[in-house]
């Protein structure tokens, strides 16, 4: 959701300063969105039973995504395993289709921002 929040200042203010700090600050954001679906999607490719994403204690993240899911459970609550796919779409689970999306995110702000530095390069050489 941050991401979309990045991506939609930068395309309202993308002529000025304001709209190349958010693609900037998109960048970051979408690594990590790499980062997480990547570990997502390698736990799920592992033989069953052989790795889990549980720990021993929850830590405060975990305990506040519990208190969401009890206040609103279709946003919020977790009823599975991050490393069992339940749901497949053309043959990849929707921890693919998030490293994919996010890779695209990624790749989409730096073509933004490499064009838009090429085109300043240029203007000031002329």
Request: glycine share 8%; aromatic share 12%; proline share 2%.
């Amino acid at each position: 959701m941050i991401l979309m929040v990045l991506f939609a200042a930068a395309a309202w203010a993308w002529p000025g300063v304001a709209g190349v700090i958010a693609a900037l600050l998109s960048l970051p954001a979408s690594a990590s969105g790499i980062a997480a679906a990547a570990y997502q999607s390698w736990l799920q490719a592992q033989q069953s039973g052989s790795v889990s994403c549980t720990g021993g204690d929850r830590g405060l993240i975990e305990q506040a995504v519990e208190w969401l899911g009890r206040l609103v459970p279709d946003l919020f609550l977790a009823t599975g395993f991050c490393e069992n796919a339940e749901y497949w779409i053309l043959g990849l689970s929707l921890a693919n289709w998030a490293l994919v999306a996010q890779a695209g995110a990624f790749v989409l702000a730096a073509w933004m921002l490499l064009r838009r530095h090429a085109r300043a390069w240029q203007d000031w050489k002329a």
